[in-house]
């Protein structure tokens, strides 16, 4: 590839957030050059594709294999419905295209395997989205590897994120219907809060868990072999008419004797002045640090300020851009994005074991 070559890309559905063909279409090196999804997808699916195809002025296409064959793209962008993820992904992986996928990697695990098998035959890279580059991660990552507090021994993350889904469990009437799990994250399209959109219900370890499991990953840099959970649907109805967690507690046993712990929960607006608390503790054989992963923020407060705008601004986050170019770089030397296929994968495990532990009531293994 010619240096500084630009990178065709085709938005390969954009039904669920748009952050992340936002964040390609920013980088200087990408080109949006279509949308497209499959025919048989329900009208709610092509209007949102619509939409965003309109706000690029790019062209909307019901058909994949058209797609490539007319726009010639390199790159996909898959940000689907979250079961739908990974088929789309190992499609345009079998069609030699560079992947860009949204998280979860999947709702099953068989499902990830495929595109894990499909990237090592076609020798393509593979990007699912993370957090791992905001400024505190890569301070806390500086720190571990320093050897400052010497070799990390533990690692425990809070991440509760305030947004809400929904009616809180308890207000409704109790010969009121169960929430439909798609209607849901539909409505809260609107308001960004629709975390796990799809026919298939998830709960919170499902749709979030992947941003802990995730630093966890890149700080302790050792695979979880054990694991026991304790989930709840103790904040909201949908949650618990569809029987899937929103708050979940979680002890990893990681190999070389580490010790990992995760407090995860969407907690709703009411819960928090910013849009969380979200900390990570690294215990060491030297010492101990508390990172605050929205650090360094600033606080904005006006008159008239709109009770939904977070008043707690971030500073210095990088993190999308960085992805995407950690994204190119990989591409560019063949070597292994910061989140690849095979870490979606066992992360997608570890989420498993912990569902299995919070039905079975013991330890699991992954």
Known sequence: MAENARFRTLVYSVVKHDYIPLAVAAHPRFDLVAVADEPDQPEWVHQRNQEFADRFQIPYVRDFAGALQTYEPTVAVV?????????????????????????????RLSECDRLVAAVEAAGTRCLLWNRNFLPALLQAREIVESGAIGDLR?????????????????????DAPPINWLERQIEAHADGSDGGVGEVAMGELEVEGIYPLAYLRMLAAAPVER?????????????????VDDLATVTLEMEGGLVGSLCLGRIGAAS?????EIKLHLQGTRGACVVSEARP???????GQPPQ??????????????????????????????????????????????????????????
């Open 79 to 107: 940000s689907s419905q979250a079961e739908r993820h990974c088929e789309l992904a190992v499609r345009a992986t079998d069609a030699g295209l560079h992947v860009i996928v949204d998280k979860p990697l999947s709702t």
């Open 154 to 174: 533990a690692v425990h993350c809070d991440f509760y994120f305030s947004k809400d889904a929904g009616p809180p469990k308890g207000s409704r009437s109790a």
């Open 309 to 366: 705008e977070f008043r707690h601004l971030r500073v210095a986050d990088e993190n999308n851009f960085r992805l995407v170019e950690d994204f190119v770089e990989a591409i560019e030397t063949g070597r292994e994005t910061i989140l690849n296929a095979q870490g979606g994968r066992d992360i997608c495990a570890i989420v498993d074991a912990c569902l299995r532990s919070a039905r079975s009531h013991r330890v699991e293994p992954v």
């Open 272 to 276: 928090h002045p910013d849009i969380g």
């Open 227 to 243: 694991v026991f959970a304790r989930t709840a649907s103790h904040f909201h109805q949908a949650h618990a008419d569809n029987d």
């Open 297 to 303: 923020e600033i606080s904005v407060y006006y008159r």
